[in-house]
């Protein structure tokens, strides 16, 4: 009974291959983001989509494409990879309505580029 | 000036002491307030919501001051499972939420 599930939770790849991460909530959630979180354990908002519609969208490179095919998924695909996005890209869900929101996070997806 | 800064630590405290943080924040518009903890290798975890009015909840306590612009959170009676990072965070609206880069404690025996 996962609230937040990911998939991989490990991804080790070469530069320059495309790759695509998974996540799935449970909660019945209506929000849905992607967090990076890097080396030094800053942790950076990526996308935000609510309704399977795109409403935030940080300074991310174009390398980068968010979809949401329902409120329940959504999923990040990364295409060319370079060594900067070795990073653990965290999944996270929360309601939309309301300021104090809790945000449940996925386990994470630790990706190394080589 | 980053929107939300905390010091990196760590914070080597001994069992049963009494230890506290801050987060300052640059935007003025934030106004949802929040403590997460994580632990290493993990995901981040809502600890507690920081109420203008501050908030308890057992032996922590979250203050938000908004005319210096920091929350703080306070862990009494220190126990060793409380070692983890504190990230805090906030939200300005459109569910954006910034987190700040995250306070380790290190609980001693």
């Known amino acids: 009974d996962t609230a937040v599930s990911q998939t991989p939770k490990y991804l080790v790849t070469q530069m320059g291959n495309d790759k695509s991460i998974k996540c799935e909530q449970n909660?019945?959630?209506?929000?849905m983001y992607w967090y990076k979180q890097d080396s030094k354990k800053f942790l950076k908002i990526m996308f935000s989509?609510?309704?399977?519609?795109?409403?935030i969208n940080e300074t991310v490179p174009n390398r980068f494409s968010p979809k949401s095919p329902d409120k329940a998924h959504l999923n990040l695909h990364i295409n060319s990879l370079e060594l900067g996005d070795s990073a653990v890209y965290f999944c996270?869900?929360?309601?939309?309505?309301?300021?104090?929101?809790?945000?449940?996070f996925g386990p994470g997806t630790r990706l190394t580029v080589l | 000036r980053k929107e939300v800064e905390q010091d990196p630590g760590p914070f080597n405290v001994p069992e049963g002491a009494t230890v506290a943080f801050n987060c300052t924040y640059s935007?003025?518009?934030?106004?949802?307030f929040f403590w997460y903890r994580q632990d290493c290798r993990k995901e981040p975890k809502l600890l507690m919501s920081?109420?203008?009015s501050g908030n308890e909840d057992g032996r922590f306590t979250a203050q938000l001051n908004r005319a210096s612009q920091y929350i703080s959170l306070l862990i009494r009676d220190s126990k060793l499972s409380d070692s983890a990072t504190y990230l805090c965070?906030?939200?300005?609206?459109?569910?954006?939420?910034?987190f700040g880069t995250g306070t380790k404690l290190q609980v001693i025996p």
């Open positions: 996270a869900s929360s309601l939309a309505s309301g300021s104090y929101n809790e945000q449940f």
């Open positions: 909660l019945g959630h209506d929000t």
């Open positions: 989509y609510n309704n399977k519609e795109l409403i």
């Open positions: 935007n003025s518009a934030s106004q949802s």
């Open positions: 920081v109420y203008s």
């Open positions: 965070a906030m939200s300005g609206g459109y569910q954006k939420v910034t």
